[in-house]
């Protein structure tokens, strides 16, 4: 993806801001757990037979002179810490997704003080610590978002298939990826990258613990949808997070290009000159909600910078890294994404409309407008408008980039990638949406029952389909290889076959599956390099709830 296109893109896709916040279990069996970690005991709870802990802290507050240094651990404590709620998520802004997917996120709190997980086990005895481990980014790009959504509830990974859970929270935004070291010197040379360097605390924190939650730290598979996709790449190719995981899966996002050093210290220092400050006191005095609104109205980029410290390329440009050369990959993207984003049609839309639209999202000329509608329809036969244009925005953004992320990792030689293609159809909103952004996570974590809003009422057949789907998640966090007798046989993907499996109701690997639409977006950009990657223009923030 393009690099401006994917900060707004990013930032706008699962916005994981706005959810019920979920209260603990009703049902508690037995004697509620508590566990010792390195900080202090904490006390979760029983949900049937799963012992769950939330808001586990696992750096102290990131506020006041805190700000924009890399995480501290926890301050010690006394006594026996409850863990049965949600901890806060990072100040941001809010964002119109999809109300399916709205309905499942995270309202407030909001505080600087939110380095917090949330797990999901089996066992919390040490001896039965050979439980793989999953943790999961959350989505929202590097703007938004939170490791509390409904959605990411780990209670059947871990009753049915054994899995320990854990969902992470760190910060975003203008509060993780700042970089102030061109202005106020060495001190705050990672301030550009805190918040990736959260999630490589949120790991180290896995490594020393998790032992105590059932799971073995030496099989750490790190997994994240949209953002969390992006993040999970991003970490890849960090030095300072190798050996910290052993897989990897990122659904509907990849980290290709991160902001540059001088990209990164122009915005800081825009930041800076509307807030009217000169010193890092000062700036690091400006009351959250201040520094939030300055950085929403700038609309400035946000995210991993390359800083000669955290990263020292780019994530997957123009090579797959090579100290990740040995981790498995397994990505992919749903049917279409874009309607995840208010402005893309639902309902019929005529041939001028969608020469419109068309044209519009890609930047196009009139003749690569005709000409990439011309191969969609040839490609989608008897599909509508406004199927064509979901369609059609859908490759040119998620699936462009995940595939040329999957390229580069396959073409390295080292370690599988596997690559799907989510074509199952929602029933919600009358079908309309087809396979939106978000619509595998459910079934990936089978998490049907919390994530009804998005995939509508729970049945035997979305229940089988759940089955299969975290089949090959779970198979592929225990081996690195996602097949498994529940589904066909899943060929690694190369630049030569291109083999892709398509996960709907009957599952199918198919070799280069969009041959005919891939190519097309191929030329169009080397037709048009300084073209954005072609999707909806996210709808604007509303006003921020404080």
Not at 75 to 96: H, L, V
Not at 313 to 340: H, K, Q, W, Y
Not at 513 to 526: C, F, G, K, N, Q
Request: charged share 15%; proline share 8%.
């Amino acid at each position: 993806m393009h690099s401006r296109f994917a900060t707004v893109l990013l930032a706008a896709a699962s916005v994981s801001c706005f959810a019920a916040t979920m209260t603990r279990a009703a049902s508690p069996t037995g004697t509620a757990p508590v566990v010792t970690t390195q900080y202090g005991a904490i006390r979760g709870y029983n949900d049937g037979h799963v012992k769950v802990f939330k808001g586990v802290p696992y750096g102290a507050s990131t506020a006041g002179t805190n700000r924009w240094l890399p995480a501290k651990p926890p301050k010690p404590w006394k006594g026996i810490r409850d863990a049965t709620r949600y901890g806060a998520m990072s100040p941001q802004p809010f964002g119109t997704p999809m109300p399916e997917e709205t309905a499942m996120l995270q309202r407030g709190p909001m505080s600087e003080d939110m380095l917090t997980l949330n797990i999901y086990t089996p066992s919390i005895a040490r001896h039965t610590a050979t439980h793989p481990v999953m943790v999961w980014f959350h989505g929202g790009g590097f703007a938004a978002g939170s490791g509390n959504a409904t959605s990411y509830n780990g209670h059947n990974l871990a009753e049915k298939d054994g899995i320990v859970l854990v969902t992470v929270t760190h910060r975003l935004n203008v509060f993780g990826f700042l970089y102030l070291a061109d202005r106020f010197g060495p001190a705050y040379a990672d301030s550009g990258n805190v918040g990736i360097l959260d999630a490589v605390a949120a790991l180290r924190w896995v490594r020393d613990n998790i032992a105590s939650f059932g799971g073995d730290a030496n099989n750490v598979t790190i997994l994240g949808q949209s953002g969390g996709g992006a993040k999970v790449t991003a970490l890849m190719a960090i030095p300072a997070a190798r050996g910290l995981f052993r897989h990897v899966i990122a659904e509907s996002g990849a980290a290709i290009r991160v902001q540059s050093k001088a990209q990164a210290a122009a915005s800081a220092q825009q930041l800076i000159d509307a807030l009217g400050v000169r010193t890092i006191a000062e700036l690091q005095a400006v009351p959250q909600d201040k520094l939030e609104d300055a950085w929403s109205a700038l609309h400035l980029p946000t995210g991993p910078v390359v800083d000669g410290r955290t990263l020292f390329f780019n994530p997957f440009d123009p090579v797959a890294p090579e100290i990740s050369r040995d981790v498995p990959l397994m990505l992919g993207t749903t049917e279409t994404e874009a309607v995840f984003f208010a402005t893309t049609p639902l309902d019929p839309i005529d041939d001028a409309t969608l020469r419109s639209d068309v044209k519009n999202v890609l930047h196009a000329s009139d003749a690569d407008t005709d000409l990439m509608i011309q191969v969609f329809r040839k490609a989608y036969p008897g599909k509508d408008n406004t199927y064509l244009f979901q369609l059609l925005a859908s490759q040119a953004s998620f699936q462009e980039g995940s595939t040329t992320l999957a390229e580069r990792k396959a073409d390295q030689g080292g370690a599988p990638v596997y690559m799907y293609y989510f074509t199952h159809h929602l029933s919600v909103r009358d079908g309309k949406l087809h396979a939106p952004h978000t619509a595998e996570i459910p079934f990936a974590l089978d998490s049907l029952a919390s994530s009804e809003p998005i995939i509508g009422p729970v049945t035997p057949e979305k229940q089988a389909l759940a089955d299969q789907v975290s089949s090959a998640w779970v198979n592929f966090a225990r081996t690195g290889n996602p097949n498994n007798p529940k589904i066909p046989v899943w060929p690694a993907f190369d630049t030569h076959n291109r083999a892709v499996m398509i996960i709907d109701d009957q599952w199918k690997a198919v070799n280069d599956p969009l041959h005919d639409t891939r190519l097309a977006v191929i030329a169009y950009r080397m037709r048009n390099p300084g073209a954005p990657a072609g999707a909806p223009t996210p709808a604007p923030a509303a006003a921020p709830a404080r």
